[in-house]
Every structure is written in C-alpha cells, then in structure tokens.
T-cell receptor, first 113, second 112 residues
Framework: GEDVEQSLFLSVREGDSSVINCTYTDSSSTYLYWYKQEPGAGLQLLTYIFSNMDMKQDQRLTVLLNKKDKHLSLRIADTQTGDSAIYFCAETPDQTGANNLFFGTGTRLTVIP | DAEITQSPRHKITETGRQVTLACHQTWNHNNMFWYRQDLGHGLRLIHYSYGVQDTNKGEVSDGYSVSRSNTEDLPLTLESAASSQTSVYFC???????????FGPGTRLTVL
C-alpha cells in the first residue's frame, strides 16, 4: 500500500513559524490533505491541494507540494498556543471522490509560550 | 447544521464479547469510512462504504464487520472483541471531487 511518512514531534516558540513535513510514495496521488487533531477530538480538515498545484495559501497556512520529490509541507505563520495539536498528512490516488485516504503517523506540534 | 456523531464515546468491554460502535451522519454523504487510530500507526482504514448496501474491506478489516442499510448510518461490529482491538475508532464521511472527509469525535474502546 501507499506509505506516508511524517516526523513524530515538532516544538516551536509562540510567534515563530512552524513547518511540518510529509513524504509519500504514491506517484498517482491526486489530492493531498492536512488535518489537525486536538486532544480528545476528531480530525479537522485544514486544507488540501490538488496535485497539479505547487503552492496553496490560506491565511496563516501555506502548503507546498514538490511532486517530483513527493514532498508536502505545511507552514504555519505566527504560531499560536492554540495551534498545539497533532497534524496529519494524507493523500488519495483517486479523482472520483470516493476513494480512501492514506494517512501519515501524525506530527505532534507543541507551541512553547 | 449537518454533523457526524459517534456513540458511545467511551466503551470498556471484555475479550470475546460482541461490540457495536455507531456512526451517524446528517451530511447525506454516500461515502462512509471507519478508521482506527493507534500510536505510531496514524489512522488505518477498517471498512468503507460507497452507498446503501455497499461495503468494502480496508487495510485492517479482520475481526470487524459493517453494514449499510441507509445513507446516514454505518455501524461497526467487533464480532468477538480482542485486546488488540483496544484503540480509538473514528468514523468519517465524504462527498465531492476533492474527497474531503469529515470526521466524527471518535470512540475510545478498551478490551480487557
């Protein structure tokens, strides 16, 4: 099956930028996603990018996609304590909207006040 | 507002018992999914459904079953619970070309 890899932990100081990285193996990935999971809660979709794009910006969030290297990153500008959570990268190989997502292990972001 | 709910939120059971976890969505989505979340594994797909009467096995389907008798519900059944099935279970639903999945709050299941 598809492999999606993430580092497990990241710590940053409040106000700094956070960069969470993800690599994947499936060259047919069509959509790539970032989800956020706060303690005791389900996963919340933050943003997604279509594979023919290399960048997407949404307020404090910037997603960069390097399709050649199969590398996806999420940058959070001006990181706040409320950004502390687990961030999951996910990808799907299918364009029909019905296929499965393959998730990474998640990166636990800790924001130090 | 449309939502996806799971019940119970917490469950403790014994080895060998049958357990059913409920998932209900009011998005009217055709696609529904069950995942389990374990430390070091992220989320792994158990079963999924693309519509009423349709069910499919995911990556870790052994010991689990689902049924889809209507659009709103996809209950997950553990036929004979095992300690290895202690986990947090998430239900999700999706629709649309971007396959954006919406997740329920999760059920924490402990099998003693």
């Amino acid at each position: 099956g598809e492999d999606v890899e993430q580092s497990l932990f990241l710590s940053v100081r409040e106000g700094d930028s956070s960069v969470i990285n993800c690599t994947y193996t499936d060259s047919s990935s069509t959509y790539l996603y970032w989800y956020k999971q706060e303690p005791g809660a389900g996963l919340q979709l933050l943003t997604y990018i279509f594979s023919n794009m290399d960048m997407k910006q949404d307020q404090r969030l910037t997603v960069l996609l390097n399709k050649k290297d199969k590398h996806l990153s999420l940058r959070i500008a001006d990181t706040q304590t409320g950004d502390s959570a687990i961030y999951f990268c996910a990808e799907t190989p299918d364009q029909t909207g019905a296929n499965n997502l393959f998730f990474g292990t998640g990166t636990r972001l800790t924001v130090i006040p | 507002d449309a939502e996806i709910t799971q019940s119970p939120r917490h469950k403790i059971t014994e080895t060998g018992r049958q357990v059913t976890l409920a998932c209900h969505q009011t998005w009217n989505h055709n696609n529904m999914f069950w995942y389990r979340q374990d430390l070091g594994h992220g989320l792994r797909l158990i079963h999924y459904s693309y519509g009423v009467q349709d069910t499919n096995k995911g990556e870790v389907s052994d010991g689990y079953s689902v049924s889809r008798s209507n659009t709103e519900d996809l209950p997950l059944t553990l036929e004979s619970a095992a300690s290895s099935q202690t986990s947090v279970y998430f239900c999700a639903s999706s629709e649309g070309s971007a396959n954006t999945q919406y997740f329920g709050p999760g059920t924490r299941l402990t099998v003693l």
